[in-house]
């Protein structure tokens, strides 16, 4: 399966009320053919775009980050032809 390697602006630890962006960068694919799923948490918690959350493509923006903001994120990109899906990476988040 493919594989990308996600980063965090501004570096972690952030400060509340900071906005964070998280992003993931491909190896050697397109990423124009790829759909993205953003997760929170253990329990892999599926992130929609909200009042502080916005999922855009393989992005994914924390505006205002609070200390409840702190955990394990997660991408998964998925697509209609093969490689269908990619590894599922994460990256934490501590805030301060």
């Known amino acids: 399966l493919p594989t990308y390697i996600l980063t965090v602006t501004p570096d972690s630890p952030?400060?509340?009320?900071?906005?964070?962006?998280?992003?993931?960068?491909?190896?050697?694919?397109?990423?124009?053919?790829w759909r993205y799923e953003w997760y929170k948490g253990?329990?892999?918690?599926?992130?929609?775009t909200s009042d502080r959350y916005t999922v855009n493509g393989d992005t994914l923006t924390i505006r205002g980050a609070t200390?409840?903001?702190?955990?394990?994120?997660?991408c998964k990109g998925q697509?209609?032809?093969?490689?269908?899906?990619?590894?599922l990476n994460?990256?934490?988040l501590t805030v301060n």
Do not use: A, C
Not at 42 to 48: E, G, H, N, P
Not at 67 to 74: A, I, M, V
Not at 79 to 87: A, H, L, N, T, V
């Open 67 to 74: 200390e409840s903001d702190q955990d394990q994120y997660w």
């Open 79 to 87: 697509r209609d032809k093969r490689p269908k899906s990619s590894q």
């Open 42 to 48: 253990t329990d892999s918690v599926m992130l929609q």
């Open 14 to 33: 952030v400060f509340t009320g900071e906005t964070v962006n998280m992003k993931n960068y491909w190896t050697y694919y397109q990423t124009h053919e």
């Open 90 to 92: 994460s990256v934490s």
